[in-house]
């Protein structure tokens, strides 16, 4: 892999792959479930039913785009502040594998951990804002 520079760079490589994991479970699965007729269709009115795990991985997709954004530009915003803060790589580090696990346990139906995995990710957007702060 190139040199990214910081832990925070790599990892939001690392997420934009992962997003295509999410994005391809999501597609793949409602695909299987709804058909090519209606994938390759315009999709008017309400779309065929899907199985729990289908709508689960689309679920997750939906959530990661919720995610992803604040994320990126947390990382850039930090990257642009340059102080250099331990902050920002644990936070880095707890997005990437709170979101890698996210998927998993979303698609089995373990509440409990999914919300885990999902507050872990969280809580790695708020320490890479944090490390934007000076003296932190």
């Not at 792959?17 to 409602?30: Q, S």
């Not at 039913?49 to 954004?69: C, H, I, M, S």
């Not at 902050?87 to 594998?97: I, K, M, T």
């Amino acid at each position: 892999m190139a040199d990214l520079g910081t832990t925070q760079m790599t990892l939001l490589w690392a997420s934009v792959v992962i997003g295509i994991v999410y994005l391809l479970a999501a597609v793949l699965a409602n695909i299987s479930q709804r058909g090519m007729g209606w994938a390759l269709g315009p999709r008017d009115g309400m779309p065929p039913e899907v199985n729990a795990v289908a709508g689960r991985l689309d679920r997750a997709w939906k959530n990661y785009l919720e995610t992803f954004p604040l994320f990126a530009v947390a990382v850039l915003l930090e990257a642009q502040a340059g102080h250099g803060s331990g902050l920002a790589p644990l936070g880095a580090q707890l997005y990437f594998w709170g979101r890698v696990a996210y998927l998993p346990l979303y698609v089995t139906g373990l509440p409990l951990a999914r919300s885990g995995a999902w507050t872990a990710a969280m809580a790695g957007i708020v320490l890479v804002l944090l490390a934007c702060l000076p003296g932190l």
